[in-house]
Every structure is written in C-alpha cells, then in structure tokens.
C-alpha cells in the first residue's frame, strides 16, 4: 500500500493506492443493484454518456487489462465547507493525476464520478460526444461497489455527511498490464510531485 500527503492550494491532501488484480475487483461489482441506486436516488441519472444506464460493466470496460492501481484521495472538511464544496476540488485533483497516470501506464483510467468535460453533456440533446476519446467511467458507474473496496483494498472509509471532523473521499483507478509494483510506486511519486 502507498499511503502519503501533499500540499496543493495551501491543502494537506492524503493520499491511498493499492495495487489489486481485476479478477478479485470484479467480485465487488453488482452492476444491477449499483445502477439501480443511480436511477432511483441520483439526479444525473441518464444525463450523459457516462452515467448508468450508459455506463458499461466493469468486466467490459476493463476487460484487456489485468490490475488496477485503487487510489483514494481524501481531506478534511473546514468548519466553513461543506462536502460538496471539496468534492468538485478534490476530483479535478484526482483527474491532474490520473489523465498523465494513463499515459505512463499505457493503462485505462477510471474517473472519480461523471465525465465533465462539457458544462452539459451532448447525451442530453441527442448528440454525439464532443470528445469520444476522453470518455472515462467510474467504478461506482459500472457497477462497483466503492465503499467496500475502499475500506478491503485501501483500509479507508468514504464517509458522506457534513459532521465535524469529517472528511471527503474521492476514487479512482488506472488499469495496466505488466508492470512492476516498483515501478508503479516510482511513477505515482514522480507524478504527484508534479500536480
Ligand atoms: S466529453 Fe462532453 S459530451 Fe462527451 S461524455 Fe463528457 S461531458 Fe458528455
């Protein structure tokens, strides 16, 4: 387990990875309950190209890779913010590290919620993607169930209230191939010093 933190915007930020084989996350995958809590609770639910009922399964979308390095980024919540104020922060964070993470691991991403690179998605219009080659889908989106494999894969838990001394928790991961837990390490370091 890689377990550090790093100042970013005068924020401590810590961060969890962890290596895990696809075959044992796929245990973790409900697809059909998960999605179904989307569209019973969740108001993006069918608004874009990356969120159930578009979203493909775990098993395809991750289907030519056989890990995935988990991270979990997470930081405490101020007394004057909410975890909606941080969430959007911490992810784009997340994104400044794991859209130059795919390219060093010739490995496939999974993003920390829906895609947003458009203010609106063009799903919603009934029109191709602006940029088909950036689309990238969350675990939870696929059907996997994010708090149990944050707290097995990564000893954290994602907790989703505003209580004092609470946190925020962002996931995601990048999927590869034959590459060694040293060299992965070494790679992640190197990247984080640069977000
Ligand atoms: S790139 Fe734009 S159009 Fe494509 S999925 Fe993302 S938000 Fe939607």
Redesign the pocket.
Known sequence: MISLNFNKDNNKINLKANICSNDILKNYMDFDYFTGLCKDGCPHYNL???CPPNSPKFTYYTKDYDYSLVIAMYMEIDKDQTINDIHPYLRRVLSDLLIPLEKEVNGLLTDGGR????E????IDNLP????D??RFSMEAMGIDLDKVCKDILNHSIVWDNNENSYCTVLGSVNFNDLSYDKIEKILLSLVNCI
């Open positions: 874009s190209y990356t895609c947003r690179y458009c609106s998605c063009t799903y993607c602006r940029y088909p950036k689309i």
